[in-house]
């Protein structure tokens, strides 16, 4: 077969298996999510009383205060930024991220642990430390970053070690905190695949009595 | 802990149910018998052929239709550049980027196109959403269709048939395989929470600080999502992948993705038995993968369940699972098992980050990159699997003194020279040659993880080029700065311009050399005379075959790596133990 015959049958192939899997398939795939399941096509947005979009269901947000239950530590601190002072441009596409750090590896030790410095500039403070100082039992998945630093849950159990706190500052029965967990607890598919998590988001906007519905 | 096991066990049943059943229907796509999607697809099939100028029966030999791969996937990658290094003006750019640097852009084409999807780039910064899903997404299709028709050409070889017209494979492959079940994949993951858009990011009001705001990045992710795992991809639309929570949300998805992975390359094994009529050596050849699949879970999750002795003394409990780059949905069981299929199979999407993980889940995920056969790459997996048995026939022939015969053909110089050559040989040296050259020049290497974990980050990031996979200990600076990073005043790395081209090589001798010795030694086989069985001959679908071929896979595995693994992984693990002292 003659060469140009080749490669005169490689470029067609090549443009009309483009027109087919990379705009055809594309497209009507986007029509399906727009048209029949759209929530969950844009995002799994949520939305408060006045209709303005808080947050999405799927995604976490960043939670440190004694007010809220807090989330789990994050690289990119949840793809947020003051927009005052967003010199990363974070604000402009999204981001995700880890910290890869390998077990053996000592900053990871540092991050955990704290390290004392004699400048205390250099300091570090230690994830285990400081939920000990704010009263929170530490658990795992509190003092480790997560996968994509957007992860929206943590265990049953580190909302849990959460509840005396949060009653204290909220003025809130323990029973009814336990209540709005249960609420809040994504659990297994089928009830056997994946872990059950507690969605931080959903929860807090339950506690200010947001609700918060996916639009 | 059982029930982490329980949810591991029954996913790996789903596979192994699934296997006949795809297995079989493979195999009627490509023996041209009728399915049941022909009245709908046979007037496409007919109209993609005449479009291209291919009449189905023109057959190739080995040679052509190698050729026919060349210049198919050399034309899909120019199709590619042309995509990327104009995406700031093209459409579907909500987020207004630029071009990254062209060797990102280079390392990216190589990548795509061979298969592998390594990223040395963040999605969701880097590339627009016409370049991921008409440009990245259009790769993932015709990388995984090339390695399907590349493993049916070599069943067609081995079991004496013709090998073949590569087009009209490569069309079968994406209009009856990859293209109906991404479909329904899509569609599953949609109605499950996965993003389908074509608007752009989304800002919000934190609740704690309404000054401080999230950017929510979204995206046409659910169809692109699909077909990264059904074709062996691993490219994901967000920088931390399957890890993302809109690549997926919950433990349907990951349930799917993980099936949808393994589906493929597991079901290539029946379909081989079906062309030689030989289920049973179908089934005995299954459990080698199997068996090591399963294996290196629980090898990997159980070290995953115990965690970071350091911090587990820190918490002051005897337990507590190594979360770090983990997601709390997956947990230790998931997380896991995905990263050992992942690796297994050539795919290289992530749910929760590797370079994190404990040194054993290092040792297996690379052993896998290594063996590449624990169900392997799409197509190319499962003629691996068959190149170790011919070569196990030469090696048994020898002990025994029979004449070493498979499947009624004689394995002669030829096919001992190719079957050595593509796996004693190409692999090793697209792994180790550039790994040495990178560790004498520290201003190469980028180790993000000081000590033993740093040769590992080296060795697997080249492993994971050359086979193909595409996952990697992403500490590594192995990432030129984002066109974002860039208008903001960043400068191009010496560091990433060595690993984006360095790696590039081992992608395309990882991919390239051994498809071309496959298919030749496919096509010395579909040529030579069956010999009938006599007394003398060797079976080779007996249980004690299969074991002595698992031996030869273990053994030249594990000695070409072995010193390597040593120094890393194993290494790292004793260091742990000791306290890190």
Known sequence: ?215 | MLQGWLQIGLTLLLVVLITPVLGRYIARVFLAQKTRLDPLLAPVDRLLLRLIGVRSQDGMTGWQYARAIFYSNFAMALLLAILLFNQSWLPFNPTRLTSPTWDTNLHTIISFITNTNQQHYSGEVTYSYFSQFAGLGYMMFVSAATGIAVGIAFIRGLTGRPLGNFYHDLILAITRILLPLSILGAIALIAAGIPETLAGPVLVPTLEDPAVQQAIARGPVAHFEIIKELGENGGGFFAINSAHPFENPNGFTNLLETVAILAIPSALIYTYGIFANNLKQAWLVYCIPFALLVGFVVVSAIAEYNGNPIVNTALGVNQAVNLEGKEVRFGWAQSALFAVVTTGSMCGAVTGMVDSMMPLSGLVTLSNLFLQIVFGGQGTGTAYLFAYLILAVFVTGLMVGRTPEFLGRKIEKQEVVLASFLILLVHPIAILLPSAIALVFPDFQGISNPGFHGLSQVIYEYASAAANNGSGLEGLADSQPSPIALATGAIPSPTALWWNLSTSLSLLAGRYIPITALLLLADSLSRKQPVPATAGTLHTNTTLFTGITAGVIVILGALTFFPVLALGPIAEAFQLTQGMR
């Open chain 1, 1 to 215: 077969m003659s060469v140009t015959r080749e490669i005169s049958r490689a470029i067609r192939a090549t443009l009309v298996l483009w027109v087919l899997t990379a705009i055809l398939y594309p497209l009507a795939m986007v029509s399906v999510g727009q048209i029949i399941f759209p929530a969950q096509a844009n995002g799994s947005l949520l939305t408060n009383a006045q209709g303005q979009v808080i947050g999405s269901a799927l995604i976490g947000q960043p939670f440190t205060s004694d007010r809220y239950f807090n989330s789990r530590p994050s690289t990119t601190n949840y793809s947020t930024a003051n927009p005052q002072d967003d010199a990363a441009r974070v604000l402009q596409t999204g981001i995700s991220g880890a910290s890869n750090l390998a077990p053996s590896n000592s900053a990871l030790r540092d991050r955990i642990l704290g390290k004392p410095a004699p400048d205390p500039k250099q300091a570090i403070v230690g994830a285990i430390p400081q939920l000990q100082t704010a009263g929170i039992t530490p658990t795992a998945d509190l003092v480790y970053t997560s996968g994509s630093s957007l992860d929206p849950h943590i265990t049953p159990a580190a909302a849990r070690a959460q509840i005396p706190r949060i009653a204290r500052t909220r003025q809130l029965q323990p029973t009814q905190l336990e209540q709005l967990i249960t609420q809040n607890t994504d659990d297994r598919f089928l009830g056997l695949f994946g872990e059950p998590g507690v969605n931080v988001l959903k929860l807090n906007l339950a506690l200010d009595g947001q609700g918060g519905a996916v639009r």
